[in-house]
């Protein structure tokens, strides 16, 4: 409860009374009271469940195997019946992005059932139905509360990031893979190129939002996601980051961004160079050491103070582009040297070539071919090819969500999917803030979420990214992040009585017929 003091002039306030020597006493009166909010709202019950999904996704193989998308499809739908309870349904559900997702769910029904396995819909409904409820929560909540779910949401990256670098950095086969003579993190989703979009998306997602919340958890969570992208050796993941990362400094200003994260990615570069010299698989137990004490340094350049003047800044910049720079020639160098030494593995990560990701995409022409308009059904695809040796090839992923999807839906499935995409699209421009905020440093969250849907609708091009309930999570929180405001968002600055419920003036007594208050006291 506060009190207003009215102090004016002694000639033209009313309000004031004066001593005799000549000073003004302000007259204290009581107004209506005005709550400050100085606790954030906590997280309503649909919110909860979405966040302990993606956590349990997270620990259960990125919830791609049934018990686990039982579970969470489960706990969604739960999610779903608590938001329609606590909101009236046309607050979310009636949107273009909705009913696009619920054409291309009847789509897959349908075809289903003309194709003749009725049953293999399921899965596709699923994670479309899980997909829709998750962004219209998320993007239904207030500011304070989007905050908390991103933290929350890049929190469990950070997590799984950590499993990814204890497992190439001891060798534990549960979190990383041995391919090609190189321990590769595969996290506790288990799958190198998932895993990687998964953090990556979030390691974009932490960087934009240091930009107005420079916290020491923040800048420690998106160190250790981007030295988990790294710990993938995920071609598609590395490079998107990067691509995502120059959005975000060309939205945000390079100067603001680099000044927040110039630490963070010269710690995480520190970090994943120590980490590389653990990934032979000839490296010894000191290796491991080496790769803990890269993780502490790192950890502490992240952590350093932030530059405070503008020269500092620019020595910020500066650094990062030498740390860059010089972390691609160091790279250059070793796996030059590891050619040398006769280990191919390094020279496979590097090249940009995949010859068998070529032939599955010849494969999957074929069958769209063979089947243009309703396809060969949901999860009835499976490709087949050649080597050069003579060998037959079969694979039931392309490798290429956008080609699966039409070899699997056919062109009239594939509409319905750019519908789909179009109405995300428009939901992301209509939460789009101004170029003077983002300049400003505003609204830096909405800018890392679109940045991270770019770079997840570009690695679905080179993965089958969508099978992987995890990252359809990931997805869903990110669309939502840049969903425009609520249409009733919670007020967590002030609260305004009702002016309903506020006395008649008209049955107020008048001041001047009060009795007189006797006057303090003078002091000596």
């Known amino acids: 409860v506060s009190v207003a003091i009215e102090a004016r002039s002694p000639a033209s306030a009313p309000g004031t009374e004066t001593d005799e020597r000549g000073c003004s006493e302000p007259v204290v009166t009581a107004t209506q009271p005005v709550v400050t909010a100085t606790q954030p709202a906590p997280l309503t019950a649909d919110q909860l469940i979405v966040l302990a999904a993606l956590g349990f996704a997270a620990a259960g193989q990125g919830g791609y195997y049934l018990i686990a998308r039982i579970v969470i499809s489960l706990a969604l739908a739960l999610a779903g019946a608590v938001y329609l309870h606590r909101r009236h349904p046309r607050g979310g559900v009636r949107q273009p992005f909705v009913l696009a997702l619920a054409a291309l769910c009847s789509w897959a029904v349908l075809n289903a059932f003309l194709t003749g396995h009725p049953a293999a819909a399921l899965a596709i409904v699923s994670v479309l139905g899980s997909f829709g409820v998750v962004a219209v929560i998320v993007g239904r909540a207030s500011s304070d509360r989007r905050r908390r779910i991103a933290d929350a949401a890049i929190g469990v990256g950070a997590a799984l990031a950590l499993t990814g670098w204890i497992g190439v950095a001891f060798h534990l086969g549960r979190w990383a893979s041995l391919q090609s003579g190189l321990w590769r993190a595969t996290t506790a989703v288990t799958y190198s190129n998932a895993a990687a979009a998964v953090m990556a998306a979030l390691a974009i997602l932490a960087l934009a939002?240091?930009?107005e919340r420079p916290s020491a958890a923040r800048r420690a969570s998106a160190m250790v996601l981007i030295l988990g992208v790294a710990s993938t050796l995920s071609r598609a993941g590395i490079v998107g980051l990067l691509v995502g990362y120059a959005i975000v400094l060309g939205l945000l200003g390079v100067r603001r961004v680099a000044n927040r994260t110039a630490g963070i990615v010269v710690g995480a570069v520190i970090a994943a160079f120590a980490l590389t010299r653990t990934m032979a698989v000839a490296s010894s137990g000191t290796r491991s050491g080496?790769?803990?004490f890269g993780l502490l340094f790192g950890l502490l350049v992240a952590l350093a103070p932030l530059p405070t003047s503008?020269?500092?800044?620019?020595?910020?910049?500066?650094?990062?582009?030498?740390?860059?720079l010089g972390a691609g020639l160091g790279l250059g160098i070793h796996v030059i040297e590891a050619s040398k030494a006769g280990s191919a593995g390094w020279g496979g990560r590097i090249s940009a070539s995949s010859p068998s990701r070529g032939s599955e995409a010849q494969a999957a022409l074929k069958l769209i071919g063979a089947h243009p308009l309703t396809g060969t059904g949901p999860g009835q695809a499976t490709f087949v090819w050649s080597k050069p040796n003579g060998q037959l090839v079969?694979?039931?992923?392309?490798?290429?969500?956008?080609?699966?999807?039409?070899v699997e839906e056919g062109f009239i499935g594939f509409g319905f999917l750019l519908l789909l995409l179009a109405t995300i699209g428009g939901r992301v421009v209509r939460g789009c803030p101004t170029w003077t905020e983002m300049r400003d440093g505003k609204r830096s969250m909405w800018v890392g979420a679109a940045s991270g849907l770019v770079y997840l609708a570009g690695h679905s091009a080179l993965d089958f990214l969508w099978h992987v309930p995890i990252v359809v999570l990931v997805a869903a929180i990110l669309v939502g992040l840049c969903s425009p405001p609520a249409d009733a968002p919670l007020n967590t600055n002030q609260y305004q009585p009702d002016p309903a419920n506020q006395p008649d003036p008209a049955n107020q007594p008048d001041p001047a017929n009060q009795p007189d208050q006797p006057q303090p006291m003078e002091s000596s």
Do not use: F, K
């Not at 620019?314 to 990062?320: D, M, Q, S, W």
């Open 209 to 211: 939002t240091l930009v």
């Open 290 to 292: 080496l790769a803990i």
């Open 310 to 324: 503008r020269r500092a800044a620019r020595l910020a910049v500066g650094t990062l582009l030498v740390v860059v």
């Open 394 to 406: 079969a694979d039931s992923y392309a490798h290429d969500e956008y080609l699966q999807w039409t």
